[in-house]
T-cell receptor
Framework: DSGVTQTPKHLITATGQRVTLRCSPR?????VYWYQQSLDQGLQFLIQ???????AKGNILERFSAQQFPDLHSELNLSSLELGDSALYFC?????????????FGEGSWLTVV | GESVGLHLPTLSVQEGDNSIINCAYS??????FIWYKQESGKGPQFIID?????DKRQGQRVTVLLNKTVKHLSLQIAATQPGDSAVYFC??????????FGKGTTLSVSS
């Protein structure tokens, strides 16, 4: 158990809908990351937050957004869902987001868009 | 663009053998490298990391080797066990950037 908690574990929704994925980082970790894992793209970095502020942005679509709240939990919002958004979404956390600090991953949220 | 890749998508070994999983990276500015293990249905699990000022680092049954000259990273697993069966990812980062992952190598261990 990495200490990173993600909910829900599984989610099935229809195209055009909106979903919210939730992440609680490890106790004491200030930085949160979101990654998308699909069969053909591997693990793709989406976005990183540190202590409530966006720190880095990767291949995140405009239909997706995220935030980190004062209690340090984070949410990833996916809207206008398309079939291609079906993937495993991982949240990860690290102490302060600096390069070299170990990043711990949660178990992921399986999203299926039908 | 720059990316981290692995030489082989799959590797099959016998229990007790030593396994070597390779990774080539293209960003010479990367100064931090990590190996993760991902079992089916689970999140990536940290195995071992190495900074660019090191050539070798050892953990429990695992060794990571870094060759900056040819931009090559490898993970050696000693006495491979069935529980080592998983997908292994290398990842790289440089200061101020997030981890960039390669596509992974599937290690299958038969007993």
């Amino acid at each position: 158990d990495s200490g990173v908690t993600q909910t829900p574990k599984h989610l099935i929704t229809a195209t055009g809908q909106r979903v919210t994925l939730r992440c609680s980082p490890r106790s004491g970790d200030l930085s949160v990351y979101w990654y998308q894992q699909s069969l053909d793209q591997g693990l793709q970095f989406l976005i990183q937050y540190y202590n409530g502020e966006e720190r880095a942005k990767g291949n995140i679509l405009e239909r997706f957004s995220a935030q980190q709240f004062p209690d340090l939990h984070s949410e990833l919002n996916l809207s206008s869902l398309e079939l291609g958004d079906s993937a495993l979404y991982f949240c990860a956390s690290s102490v302060d987001g600096a390069t070299g600090n170990t990043i711990y991953f949660g178990e992921g949220s399986w999203l299926t868009v039908v | 663009g720059e990316s981290v890749g692995l030489h082989l998508p799959t590797l099959s070994v016998q229990e007790g053998d030593n396994s070597i999983i390779n990774c080539a990276y293209s960003n010479s500015a990367s100064d931090y490298f990590i190996w993760y293990k991902q079992e089916s249905g689970k999140g990536p699990q940290f195995i071992i990391d190495i900074r660019s000022n090191m050539d070798k680092r050892q953990g429990q049954r695992v060794t990571v080797l870094l060759n900056k000259t040819v931009k090559h990273l490898s993970l050696q697993i000693a006495a491979t066990q069935p529980g080592d069966s998983a997908v292994y990812f290398c990842a790289e980062a440089q200061a101020g950037t997030a981890l960039i992952f390669g596509k992974g190598t599937t290690l299958s261990v038969s007993s």
